[in-house]
Structure formats: structure tokens, C-alpha cells
């Protein structure tokens, strides 16, 4: 893995993923064409001053990335990783998982495991309350997932638009994956780790990463009226795997 220690370094790295992916026709540079977007718009709100603590909030971005970027390089080289993150690779090779469930994994293992590990570490030796404002201003940002996943792929697949309209039953399988939710359980879970003794860390952390791993089941076994319904999606989606990560990066 190549060093990072900027955001201008994530933003390399998640280029040089991407680029890998489309020469290899990788599903991996799905959710990586995504959040190259997110951490572009977090690059842009530093810029900005959007943030109380824009040095702080770089470091996040950095440590929180990191965590996403080793877990992809380790799985190429087959080192263990996370059982979150594990289960977000599994299906990469697999044919019948749509984009959707693709991106959702990633984004299930990467905000509800990552994201809360990052803010704890980020605020050691301080009051992990103090990054409570900046925390809540990242998931503004990163709030935009769900839109982008929902609305930009129903742009790109507009045959997914027509039956997130006919049922609700895929909208229903997607609540769990709300940034509310996401964004609740991540800093619940930052500030129970950013009190737990040294020691007792890497048990929490293997805790939850084992609920998450779990909640990853429900986008793989979505149940037989869901399954049939994004069967006929996969079937629909058009393009080659590099197009489809392609047309995530200009949407």
C-alpha cells in the first residue's frame, strides 16, 4: 500500500484503485469511484472552512480512509482483513450482485465499523466530544451517499427508478443503511471505544465488527421477492463493469 498521509494522497490512491478496477473490469471500483466523490467534497469543505477544525478533520479523512484502502490491499494480497470488509469483497466476483448492493456493503462496513474506530482514534488525548460538531458536519457530507446511490443510479439504470417506485419492499431493505442510523450507531460506537481501557480496544472493535458483518447479510440475502426484482435490475444494467464505474465518477 503506498504511504498516506494527506488527503490529496486518498484522493491518489482511490484514483489509482479506480483506474486498476477499470483495467481489470473490477466490481471493486464501484464503491471506490463513490467515495472518491465524498472525499472530494470533504477536501472541498476544508477549503472552505466548513469545518471548526479543518487540520483535524484532514487527519480523519486520512485515518478513516485508511482503514478502507488497507483492507483493499490486504484482501488483493490475501491477508486477513476485517470480517466487515470481508464480506464486502466476497461478492466482487460474484455475477448476480447490482451496483447497489455493491456500493451498500462497502458503505456498511466502512461507516458502521470504520467510521466510529477513525473518530476515537483521531481524538485521543482530548475529549471525544469536542470533535462532536465536526463529526455531525462529515455526515453532512457523507449523507449524500444515500441520494447519490439511489438517484444517480436510477439515472444511470433508469429501469431501477421505475421499481423503486412499484415497491416499497427495496426501500424497506434499505432503512438499515440510513445515515442516521449509520451515523448514530458510528459515534455511539467512537465514544464507548474512546473509553475503553487500552487493552479491552481491539475485543470492542472485534465485537462490533462481527454485528456489522451481519448486517451485511441483509444486502447479500435480501429475501425472494427482493432477490427476483434485483435479478431482473443485474440483468438490465448495461455497459461493461468499467463503464458502470465510470459512469459513477461523472455522475
Given at each position: 500500500?503506498?504511504?498516506i ?56 479523512d ?8 488497507t ?31 455493491h ?34 458536519k462529515?455526515?453532512?457530507?457523507l ?36 445515515m ?33 458483518a ?38
Open positions: 500500500m503506498p504511504p498521509e494527506t488527503i490529496d494522497d486518498v484522493i491518489e490512491t482511490l484514483q489509482n484503485i479506480i483506474e486498476d478496477a477499470i483495467k481489470n473490469e473490477s466490481t471493486l471500483g464501484y464503491f471506490a469511484a463513490l467515495y472518491l466523490k465524498v472525499t472530494k467534497k470533504v477536501k472541498q469543505g476544508i477549503s472552505e472552512n466548513f469545518f471548526e477544525d479543518g487540520k483535524r478533520m484532514e487527519k480523519l486520512v485515518i478513516f480512509a485508511k482503514r478502507y484502502i483492507a483493499y490491499y490486504d484482501y488483493k494480497e490475501n491477508k486477513p482483513i476485517s470480517a466487515s470488509w470481508e464480506k464486502a469483497f466476497s461478492i466482487s466476483t460474484k455475477y448476480w450482485p447490482i451496483v447497489l448492493q456500493l451498500l456493503i462497502g458503505m456498511n462496513a466502512h461507516i458502521n465499523l470504520d467510521l466510529g474506530i477513525a473518530a476515537a482514534q483521531v481524538s485521543e488525548g482530548q475529549p471525544i466530544d469536542n470533535l462532536k460538531g465536526d463529526f455531525n462529515i455526515n453532512v457530507i449523507s449524500s451517499l444515500v441520494n447519490e446511490v439511489e438517484q444517480d443510479l436510477s439515472t444511470i439504470w433508469p429501469f431501477l427508478k421505475k421499481i423503486l417506485k412499484f415497491t416499497h419492499k427495496i426501500d424497506s431493505f434499505l432503512i438499515d443503511f440510513s442516521k442510523l449509520a451515523r448514530d450507531g458510528a459515534w455511539n460506537f467512537a465514544v464507548k471505544l474512546s473509553s475503553t481501557p487500552e487493552k479491552d480496544k481491539l475485543q470492542s472493535i472485534k465485537e462490533r465488527d462481527e454485528k456489522v451481519q448486517k451485511a447479510s441483509i444486502i447479500i440475502n435480501t429475501g425472494l421477492i427482493p432477490q427476483i426484482i434485483f435479478m431482473i435490475v443485474r440483468v438490465g444494467e448495461r455497459g461493461s463493469i468499467a463503464k458502470k464505474v465510470g459512469d459513477l465518477m461523472q455522475k
